[in-house]
């Protein structure tokens, strides 16, 4: 097991611990019984804490979390060719393939 990282709160240990599942990744959470502890230990040692099975996961799994936090969100687009209107996370037209226009701004 590797410690990949630490969390602010139990919440979003689990969602970060979630979104590694979902990656394939096996991920726990620990720490989650010292919470009540803050104060008494350093702060990082007492928060809750996302562990990996397999340390040659970890860089993945940071782009992991780095990629459903960490990402800009894309604005929606308007097709040009067709007019759809597109949400942000599509890159190509779902009714005519279009793909997305690049801004160079
Ligand atoms: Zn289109």
């Given at each position: 097991m590797k410690l990949l990282l630490h969390c602010m709160h139990l919440v979003e240990a689990h969602h970060r611990a979630n979104l590694l599942r979902s990656a394939g990744i096996h991920a726990e959470v620990r720490n989650?019984?010292?919470?009540?502890?803050?104060?008494?230990?350093p702060y990082l040692e007492a928060g809750p804490q996302v562990w990996i099975?397999?340390?040659?996961?970890a860089e993945l799994a940071r782009s992991v979390i780095a990629q459903a936090e960490g990402a800009p969100t894309q604005p929606d687009w308007r097709c040009k060719d067709c007019g759809e209107a597109i949400e942000g996370?599509?890159?190509?037209?779902?009714?005519?393939?279009t793909m997305r226009p690049f801004d160079d701004d």
């Open positions: 989650t019984f010292l919470s009540g502890a803050v104060g008494d230990i099975d397999d340390r040659q996961d996370q599509f890159a190509q037209c779902w009714n005519c393939g």
